[in-house]
């Protein structure tokens, strides 16, 4: 689990049950017209921007930022000095069982094609492929979110605008006046917390995952092309190290 999103989600919404209960209650700030104006017209004009593949993956999404599957960039270059040890020694059709068993589905795409024999051109062409139309897919499911916080904060205003006709439809019943204005200012509060919580800081977090994975995959394809190309094992570490933060350079050889 990704604990600097969870603790800013649950800080911030902490922060803000917190400071409403000190005023008059959280009770006063529940609304079900306000909600199903913000939630249910937001998520319905995401349903109208965006493909039913592209909305089914909505939860499936949001983990991605929760709970992101990450590699080990040390245990990767290890086990790519390893195959390009195995390679160099005993040549490159040796590395197809260990191959065959490789969990990383670009890792093992890659040595594959270069094991049966594939062009150095081709095989860059086609994992480049691979990661810019990855890359593509991440941006629009990060869009979803970027999205849903500009919609949840112009359903905020329309569920606003409800409101105030409303109570001006009735300022000859002061009964009325109140609960149109709750639902003219809870459903401008409650687009501004989806749109700030959960929408923005989701879609940013997305797309510095599409940037790990981005550089990840990158690390990958120079790692397969100095395996292919006979790379010393020491020479390829050295390539690989230069993706790494230079606290994180720490070479096997040393």
Known sequence: MDLGTIVGIVLVMALLLGAMSMGVGVGAYIDIPSVLIVIGGSIGALMISFKPSQMKNFAKVFMVAVKPTTDDEAELIKKLVDF???????????????????????????LSMAIDGSEPDTIRELLEIDMEQTSERHKVNG????????????????????????????????????????????????????????GTPISIILGIRNDEETLIKEMILSGIMSIQSGDAPRVLEAKLLAYLTPKDRVSQFD
């Open 84 to 110: 390009a040890t195995k390679a160099r020694k005993d040549g490159i059709l040796a590395l197809e069982g260990e191959v065959n068993s490789e969990p990383n589905e670009f890792l093992k795409k890659g």
């Open 143 to 198: 869009s979803i979110f970027s999205n849903w916080a500009a919609l949840a904060g112009a359903m905020g205003m329309v569920g606003t605008l409800i409101g105030l006709v409303a109570m001006l439809l009735n300022m000859a019943d002061p009964s009325a006046i109140g609960p149109s204005m709750a639902v003219a200012l809870l459903t401008t509060m409650y687009g501004a917390i989806i749109g700030n919580v959960f």
